[in-house]
């Protein structure tokens, strides 16, 4: 039998209301975590990561991927200090070697890591889900925001649906809406102000897609020579969503994006994050055959659905419900396991979390990360274990 892949759960730290005592009760045997203290730039020490990873291990479990090593702006915008923060980069890459740790998820989505609208929507069961809305998102751009450019990149018909909107909410859902559409990084509680934000949409005026794109290009040309040497696995994960929003540009949305990553700097240690959540959210893409087609560079996996709607907007749905085939994505995944297992690559058991849940049960008792509660995506683990054992199953114990 193939090996199965590694069930990991996220962790953000000691501060994470989801202890590790419970991760391990998941059935999960790796964590999926980040010195999320250290600011994005800096380098992160030996002695750090050393007593993170004595945490992780004393409980049990294994740091089985590290998410993520974050990417100072300067290098996105290709600033005179990017040099000086690559080198920090690297240093980082020695350390986490040092320690063991193999595999790096980091994403290079400008300013904002992930965006949502509604951070507690109400699926008819009550549980409570991340929600994307189209016209929540237009309404903030175009009459919060006030982006001057945004009237040129919104149809009449969705700017009308964003004043009716607009229209529709109080004074205080308002401020609710711009604190969690300007939510910072994952793991902090930043928030940044309108006038914060329009500084950083200004360092970004005259990059578009083609230029981020260059600019990630050099990144990689820069680190992945000294990831191939220490044997770490670098993974970019997809923006989230996988289209531009607020004028700023996306380079990790499409299946040719990702083609372009692999070939931007060709090596073992450049590789992917498969997110099907965030790749899902774009009706375009493919996310069975992109496994198969592209399925030897993807070193870690995010399995996630969602429920795509007409206008844009999408839900957090069920991780075997959602617009996404999950038992397509999943024998694909098998298929890929069962090509390195033939031509005798040691990581078949591909690292897997099952990204993001539904509040659950004794979920609302925490107040979780959006998006991690633990009972949430005990329900997906199960799911997707289940799911994969029974294609297992089927294909080759027939």
Request: proline residues 5%; aromatic residues 8%; contains cysteine.
């Amino acid at each position: 039998m193939i090996s199965n892949l590694e069930q990991t759960f996220r962790w953000f730290g000691p501060s994470d209301p989801v202890t590790l005592a419970a991760i391990r009760q998941t059935g999960a045997t790796g964590v999926v975590t980040a010195l999320h203290h250290i600011p994005a730039g800096e380098v992160w020490s030996f002695e750090e990561i050393q007593t993170r990873k004595a945490i992780i291990e004393a409980s049990g479990l294994k740091w089985s991927v590290v998410e993520s090593v974050n990417i100072h702006e300067s290098i996105r915008i290709a600033s005179t200090e990017r040099d000086e923060y690559i080198a920090k980069y690297i240093e980082s890459l020695k350390n986490l070697s040092a320690a063991g740790l193999s595999v790096v998820c980091y994403n290079f989505m400008p300013v904002l890591d992930w965006t949502r609208t509604n951070l507690d929507y109400r699926l008819p069961n009550n549980a409570s889900a991340l929600r994307y809305d189209a016209p929540a998102l237009a309404a903030f751009d175009l009459y919060i925001l006030e982006r001057p450019e945004a009237y040129q990149e919104f149809t009449p018909e969705q700017q009308q649906a964003a004043k009716a909107y607009l229209d529709s909410l109080s004074e205080e859902e308002k401020t609710k809406l711009t604190n969690i559409i300007m939510a910072g990084l994952p793991g902090t509680d930043e928030v940044f102000t309108i006038a914060e934000f329009k500084e950083h949409l200004k360092r970004y005026e005259h990059i578009n897609s083609q230029v981020l794109k260059e600019n990630m290009a050099y990144f990689l040309k820069a680190i992945i020579p000294d990831a191939e040497k220490l044997g770490i696995k670098m993974c970019v994960h997809p923006d989230d969503p996988p289209f531009s929003i607020l004028g700023l540009p996306r380079v990790v949305s499409t299946e040719q994006d990702l083609v372009d990553v692999v070939n931007a700097c060709p090596s073992p240690a450049n590789g992917l994050t498969f997110c099907t959540g965030s790749l899902g959210a774009n009706p375009t893409n493919d996310l069975p055959g992109m496994i198969e087609r592209l399925g030897q560079h993807i070193h870690f996996l995010h399995l996630r659905n969602v429920k795509r709607e007409a206008d844009g907007s999408f839900y957090e749905a069920d991780h075997l419900d959602g617009s996404t085939d999950m038992y397509a994505v999943m024998k694909s995944i098998i298929k890929e396991q069962k090509k390195r297992h033939d031509s005798g690559r040691a990581d078949v058991a591909i690292p897997m979390r099952p990204d993001h849940g539904h509040k659950l049960l004794d979920d609302y008792n925490y107040n979780t990360y959006p998006g991690y509660s633990v009972i949430g995506r005990l329900k997906g683990l199960a799911e997707l274990r289940g799911l994969e054992m029974g294609i297992k199953r089927t294909l080759f114990d027939a």
